[in-house]
Each structure stands twice: as structure tokens, then as C-alpha cells.
């Protein structure tokens, strides 16, 4: 099925008909149709800027200027670039490290990650046969704790206990050395979001990552974040070492044009993708398939 990037870049063809060949102003032209694109998927401004430049280097050699289908050859190049960009293979979690590995979640309040930690529980369970321990570090959010014992419990996996008048410090420690001692092999921590980049919870979750030195660090952001999305995941790149990152809500109405914004800012590949707000609603994420998603 022709996309619509694909139907517009044709007309635009079709317009130029007569003209023995395609010039750079043509290209220019399908350019054009293609930044609208990925600004009407809400990918960031700047990184817009970057990957049409990079584009539009391939897209003045032969292969589109002597093509005969220069539309399509266009949106082959931008799908190409747009899978490359946001992928490198399958990216499953990493789990090389003296057991129990401890996997380290962060981003936004209400980005999905207690419901992502539980996803990941099953999902280490069921298709690593792995043995997983939870904990929540949220002291601010005595429901976020309640939350995830909740979550964990319908995972299959085992949660361990923290209150609000416990530092997350101890309570990550509290829950690391349980893990050794009842032979864990993951050890999941949620942490406490803000609905905003805050100083303190940012020197709160690097303090975690010094005591816990996580295998995974993963950064969940929400696909629906569109363009706010690059600044999130800048203020969290800066904050900590990100192994990976988690889009979830992809099954909203967004294009997802926030996978390669934070991609690109954060380097770190994108892993999982949220599907559903149900505990099997974790996908192993397609960047091939998702490339046709933003362009339309
Ligand atoms: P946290 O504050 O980052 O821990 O976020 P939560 O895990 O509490 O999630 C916030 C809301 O988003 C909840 O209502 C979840 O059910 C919902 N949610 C999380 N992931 C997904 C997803 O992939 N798809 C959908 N539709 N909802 C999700």
C-alpha cells in the first residue's frame, strides 16, 4: 500500500512531467513534502533539520535524480534512513552482569513506568525464564508503591517492600541485598517521576544509578509527548548513562515521531514499545514498521 508521503511525492512527479529529467530544485521540492511529514508526526524541529539534511546527500545521487520513480525511490531512501536512524537490529534487554541484574527505569511522572516495569517482569519471565524482584523507589507516591505491588503480583513476579518514610538509597539496597540472598537473577527498580525535569529528583535517581550500577538503564517516554519528548530526553541523557529506551502509548493516535527525536538525542536504542496499559502490552520495538508509521 502507497503511503501518503508516497501519493504526494508522486503528484509532484506527475507535475513535473515533460521535463526530460528530475532537477535539484524537484528534489527540493519532495523535500519539502517529506519535512511535513515528520513535523505533522511531531518529530522535533531540529532533528527534523538534521535528518532531511542527511537525506538530502543521498538523495541528489543517482539513485533518485536517475531514477524513473523518483517519488518512490525518495520515500525509499527516507524509509531507509528513518529504520536506520531509530534501529540497529533486535535490541532485547541486557542482562551480562553478576546476578541479579538490576535493570534501573526513569523518566516522567505518568510516562508508564510502573506499569512498564511489571511488563518487563512478565516479559523476562515468560520469554528469558528469568526469576524477578521488584521495587518501588517513589517515597513520594505512597500509591505509586501500592501501584506496583499490584502490577507485579499480575506479572508473576515478586515484589519487595518500601515505605514512604524510607530513603529510596536504602530501600534500593534493602531490595538488592534480598536479591542476592533468595538468588534473583533481575532486580527491577521503578523511581519516582515529576510531571517536570526537577534538580532534586534528577540527583535522587543518579545517586540510585551509583549505588545500584544497573546493567539497563532504561528511559521510558511517552510516545504522545511529541515534541516535548527531545527535552525530557535530553535533561535524562545528561542525568544518566541510558543503555535503552521504552515508547509507550503507542497505541494512541500519535505518529510516534517522538521515537526518532529521542533517538537521536539520547544514542540510546529504542527497545520496547507500550501497546496497551495491559500487562501483555509490551512489544519488542520495529523501527522498519514504525518508519512507516511517522511517514504516514
Ligand atoms: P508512571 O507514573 O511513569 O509510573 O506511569 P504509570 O505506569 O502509572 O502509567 C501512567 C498511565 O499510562 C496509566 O494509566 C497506565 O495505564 C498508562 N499506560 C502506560 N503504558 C501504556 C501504554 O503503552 N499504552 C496505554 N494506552 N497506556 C499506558
Known amino acids: ?25 524537484n528534489v527540493q ?3 519539502r513534502e517529506v519535512r511535513m511529514a515528520l513535523l505533522e508526526a511531531d518529530v522535533a524541529l531540529p532533528v ?20 524513473l520513480k523518483p517519488g518512490q525511490a525518495l520515500v525509499g531512501i527516507v524509509n531507509k534512513e528513518l529504520a536506520a536512524t531509530m534501529g540497529e537490529g533486535v535490541a532485547d534487554i541486557n542482562l551480562n552482569a553478576q546476578p541479579p541484574a538490576v535493570i534501573l527505569m526513569a523518566g516522567l511522572q505518568g510516562a508508564g513506568k510502573t506499569t512498564t516495569t511489571a511488563k ?28 506496583l505491588k499490584t502490577v507485579t503480583k499480575q506479572a508473576g513476579a515478586e515484589w519487595f517492600p518500601s515505605t514512604p518514610d524510607q530513603k529510596p ?16 537473577d533481575v532486580l527491577l527498580v521503578d523511581t519516582a517521576g515529576r510531571l517536570a525535569i526537577d534538580e532534586v529528583l ?17 528511559f521510558v517516554v511517552d510516545a504522545m509527548q511529541g515534541q516535548d519528548a527531545v527535552n525530557t530526553a535530553k535533561a535524562f541523557k545528561e542525568a544518566l548513562p541510558l543503555t535503552g529506551i521504552v515508547l509507550t502509548k503507542l497505541d ?9 527525536s529521542v533517538r537521536q538525542v539520547t544514542g540510546a536504542p ?27
Open 1 to 25: 500500500m502507497a503511503s501518503a508521503l508516497t501519493e504526494k511525492l508522486t503528484r509532484l512527479v506527475k507535475e513535473m512531467r515533460g521535463q526530460a529529467r528530475i532537477t535539484e530544485a
Open 29 to 31: 521540492d519532495m523535500l
Open 48 to 67: 527534523v533539520r538534521d535528518f532531511i539534511a542527511r537525506v538530502k546527500e543521498k538523495a541528489l545521487g543517482q539513485e533518485v535524480l536517475g531514477s
Open 120 to 147: 518487563l517482569a512478565k516479559h523476562l519471565i515468560e520469554k528469558r525464564k528469568k526469576k524477578v524482584l521488584t521495587v518501588s523507589g517513589d517515597v513520594y507516591r505512597p500509591a505509586a508503591i501500592e501501584q
Open 169 to 184: 538509597r536504602d530501600i534500593a539496597l534493602g531490595a538488592l541485598d534480598y536479591a542476592k540472598k533468595h538468588f534473583f
Open 202 to 218: 534528577m540527583q535522587e535517581i543518579k545517586d540510585l544509578h551509583a549505588v545500584l550500577t544497573p546493567v539497563e538503564t532504561l
Open 252 to 260: 494512541g493516535d500519535s505518529r510516534g515521531g517522538a521515537a526518532l
Open 270 to 296: 529504542i527497545k520496547f514499545a507500550g501497546v496497551s496499559e495491559k500487562i501483555d502490552g509490551l512489544e519488542v520495538f520495529d523501527a522498519e514498521r514504525h518508519a512507516g508509521r511517522i511517514l504516514g
